[in-house]
């Protein structure tokens, strides 16, 4: 069974620090380009960053740009997203996505990913 499982999600005051982790299982991550997303309430889903098969392009929210960071790990099978400088409104489910194609770019579009994570909560409030 192919699955994304996404953790270290949590309560944290503004202008903390989390790091997001998403692990696959039943497929490598090696030849996937891999996404994060998040949902707030009553808010439709939207991208926050990507990054290519080769890890080589990443892109970011304009909204998160110069505060979060996507990785990758093949080795591990295990994409990160770490989040520094939190504020209010990043408060929200956060995904992880993939798509397995090896591609030297990546895209935050919902329908350009078609595994996804169960989503892990994060919550910026004092």
């Known amino acids: 069974q192919l699955q994304l499982v996404e953790s270290g999600g949590g309560l944290v005051q503004p202008g903390g620090s989390l790091r997001l982790s998403c692990a696959a299982s039943?497929?490598?991550?090696?030849?996937?380009?891999i996404g994060w997303f998040r949902q707030a309430p009553g808010k439709e889903r939207e991208g926050v960053s990507c990054?290519?098969?080769?890890?080589?392009?990443?892109n970011y929210a304009d909204s998160v740009k110069g505060r979060f960071t996507i990785s990758r790990d093949n080795a591990k099978d295990t994409a990160y997203l770490q989040m520094n400088d939190l504020k209010p409104e990043d408060t929200a489910v956060y995904y992880c996505?993939?798509?397995?194609?090896?591609?030297?770019?990546?895209?935050?579009?919902?329908?350009?990913?078609?595994?996804w994570g169960q989503g892990t909560q994060v919550t910026v409030s004092s």
């Open positions: 996505a993939a798509r397995r194609l090896y591609v030297t770019y990546c895209g935050t579009k919902l329908n350009e990913y078609n595994y």
């Open positions: 990054i290519s098969s080769s890890g080589g392009v990443t």
């Open positions: 039943g497929f490598t991550l090696d030849y996937s380009v």
